[in-house]
């Protein structure tokens, strides 16, 4: 090599020297590889350290937040505990929890104490334990062996559900004690002290008993003294009725109006003061019952036109004559209700008319009726056609009209919205002016709604007043074809006092008019003759009648039995002048022995007699009948004793209407007539 040549040493240490180069060159590049592993590696421990560190860290955070909460929670049950438990021995009342072994968790100072177990029992003590320190120390009132007893109220336990137990402490109180088994098997026991509210109890107990027997004192005192008041009352108005058809110079019909008037205002008086007494005492109960709503309307107008006689106030009812009349409700507190209006009406108009306008209508529950009561008179004020409804209220005070107790409409409107109706004062009739009550009232359906009868075209007598326009307008509506005072199969003439009435000679005339002033002259040439207001059928019935030239039928015999002379005097005089044979009987007995002696069309009872009184003379009566195989005769109960109580009983008994006293002659009159159509 040493004798190799410079070039070639050159060359060869060139050759060294580059593959040095090459093998440092080549390390370094692996040491830099082997260097970025390292720092790597040492970023991925570093990350994963300090990635573990913070969810050491968070743990810790959560760890304290749980702890911290468990801390709140536990003071906020203590509190809630607490105040639990202060609640409890706040509470005037008893109360203890057990477990399902019946083992003591925690009972109020109130529970422990009805036991005598204050000091004694405390958590963990048995019931059995609680019962038998209550049975010897003698906390409650028992009347067995201490030890049947406990054992009792053990076995109590065992009911599903507990039944509820009353014990009376040694001390006088009364505890009822409530108990309640929870799902988990856990007891609830609530002692409840009653003494103050058994105090509170019997304190309106015993006033309640009080105010009732005074109620019932007062009812009978009432009733007693409307019974006493009544009776001598018949006598008073009757004679003064029949005075009234005398021919008297003016001072003595004035006397004998201002008689009446009288009598029939203390008569309303009596009245209210026993509707009032019944409101008051909430018995004013309802007695459904299947009544003639026609006949109703028509005897109370008979009865407002005989409480009213000798003014120049004409009533005229206006009644479909193609309608259902037999409807089911209340019919005395409705007769009550229209009574009170048409007092009102007549009271305050001194001339002219009051309309009772009738309207029914069908619906899903019955007949629906809206009444108008309408009048001539003064009116009454917008403004007052509400308060005029509130007791012991007038229209005017300054009106010297204006007597009475202010208690009709009050009592009026009570039942009739008692009834499920209304009444109100609506605008009035502008044909007529004054004053209109509207009642509305639900009734239930008794007949099929009827069909238009066959008629023949009637003439209406012109010059007749209201009275002749509501019967040609009634006739025109059941399809009549009807003309006033012009050509006519048939003539009628609502007969009108002191008006001409012109009868034709060539067609039946059926003649309406009050039956005691038509004129013997006019009676002679009628075809029929109608006391009015007629009921629709005695018109249908007079103008078939009259078409075929028959005559109406006529009262025959009528049996009377009161025990009263003065009644039966009224009663003799009022229907002696009439095509009656009348049979006057002083007592019941005497009226079954007349009866089986000859039998009447009619029968006019009175209720309270002597011996036999008009209950049992009616029962022998029909049971003699009966016996005959024959049909009732119609009765008609004479009473002074008011009320739904009585109108049953006489329904009942099988009395087809009444009478109370004091009679009046009109309205007894339409009170046969029906009763005789109805048989």
């Keep these: 090599m040493d004798g190799a040549a410079p070039e070639d040493r050159y060359f060869s240490e060139k050759r060294r020297r580059l593959a040095a180069e090459r093998t440092l060159e080549r390390t370094r590049g692996e040491l830099a590889r082997a260097y970025r592993a390292l720092v790597a590696n040492a970023d991925r421990l570093s990350l994963r350290y300090l990635s573990e560190r913070e969810a050491n860290l968070r743990l810790t955070d959560r760890q304290r937040a749980i702890l911290q909460q468990r801390k709140d929670a ?153 019974h006493e008041m009544r009776t001598p009352m018949n006598g008073v108005l009757g004679l003064a009725e029949m005075l009234a058809e005398r021919d008297l110079d003016p001072e003595s019909q004035t006397y004998v109006r201002t008689i009446r008037d009288s009598a029939e205002a203390l008569l309303t008086i009596v009245g209210d003061t026993l509707d009032v007494a019944r409101l008051e005492e909430g018995r004013i109960d309802l007695r459904e019952a299947v009544f003639d709503l026609e006949a109703l309307l028509i005897d109370c107008i008979r009865l407002g036109v005989s ?152 003439s209406v007598a012109a010059g007749t007043g209201m009275h002749g326009d509501v019967l040609a307008a009634r006739l025109a509506a059941a399809g009549a074809q009807v003309t006033r005072g012009g050509a006519g199969s048939i003539a009628v003439l609502p007969f009108v006092p002191g008006a001409a009435p012109e009868l034709t000679e060539d067609r039946p005339t059926v003649v309406l008019g009050p039956l005691s002033r038509i004129p013997d002259a006019v009676r002679a040439r009628a075809a029929a003759l109608l006391d009015q207001p007629a009921s629709s059928a005695e018109l249908l019935a007079a103008l078939r009648a009259a078409g075929a030239g028959g005559a109406a039928a006529r009262l025959t015999r009528v049996l009377i039995a009161d025990d009263n002379a003065t009644n039966r005097f009224l009663l003799e005089r009022m229907l002696g002048a009439r095509e009656f ?99």
């Design 74 to 226: 536990a003071d906020k049950a203590d509190r809630a505990r607490r105040r639990l438990w202060h609640a409890l021995e706040a509470m005037r009342d008893g109360f203890a929890l057990f477990d399902s072994q019946a083992r003591l968790v925690a009972a109020n100072s109130v529970y422990l104490g009805l036991f005598d177990a204050a000091a004694e029992i405390g958590p963990g003590a048995s019931a059995e334990d609680l019962f038998r320190t209550a049975a010897e120390e003698g906390a409650f009132e028992v009347d067995q062996d201490p030890d049947d007893w406990v054992a009792a109220q053990l076995a109590r336990w065992e009911d599903h559900p507990i039944e509820t137990q009353v014990l009376r402490t040694y001390d006088g109180r009364t505890i009822r004690f409530q108990d309640h088994r929870a799902q988990d098997g856990d007891l609830v026991s609530l002692a409840i002290d009653l003494t103050e509210e058994q105090a509170r109890q019997d304190s309106l107990a015993a006033a309640r008993d009080a105010a009732e027997q005074a109620a019932r004192a007062k009812q009978a005192f009432l009733a007693r003294m409307s």
């Design 307 to 458: 409480a009213r006689g000798g003014k120049g106030v004409q009533v005229v009812l206006d009644y479909p004559l193609v309608a259902p009349v037999r409807v089911m409700g209340d019919a005395g507190r409705l007769r009550q209700i229209v009574m009170n209006l048409l007092g009102n009406a007549t009271k305050f108009t001194r001339d002219g008319y009051v309309l009772v306008r009738a309207a029914l209508s069908q619906d899903s529950l019955g007949v629906k009726l809206v009444l108008d009561v309408a009048d001539t008179g003064p009116g009454i004020r917008a403004d007052q056609r509400e308060t005029i409804f509130e007791a012991f209220a007038q229209v005017d005070e300054g009106r010297p009209q204006a007597e009475g107790t202010g208690l009709g409409l009050t009592i009026s409107r009570g039942l009739a919205e008692r009834m499920g109706g209304s009444l109100v004062a609506a605008e009035p009739d502008p044909a007529l002016g004054g004053s209109l009550f509207r009642l509305t009232l639900p009734l239930g359906a008794a007949q099929d709604w009827p069909a238009p009868p066959p008629l023949p075209v009637i």
């Design 581 to 679: 044979v009348l049979d006057v009987v002083e007592d019941g007995a005497a009226a079954v022995a007349a009866y089986r002696a000859e039998r009447p069309d009619l029968i006019l009872m009175d209720i309270s007699m002597p011996g036999m009184d008009g209950f049992q003379a009616l029962a022998a009566i029909e049971a003699l009948e009966a016996a005959r195989g024959g049909t009732p005769t119609p009765a008609i109960a004479l009473t002074a004793h008011t009320g739904p109580e009585m109108e049953e009983r006489l329904a009942q008994a099988g009395f087809a209407a009444y009478q109370e006293k004091p009679i009046r002659q009109a309205a007894l009159i339409g009170a046969m007539t029906d009763a005789l159509s109805a048989g």
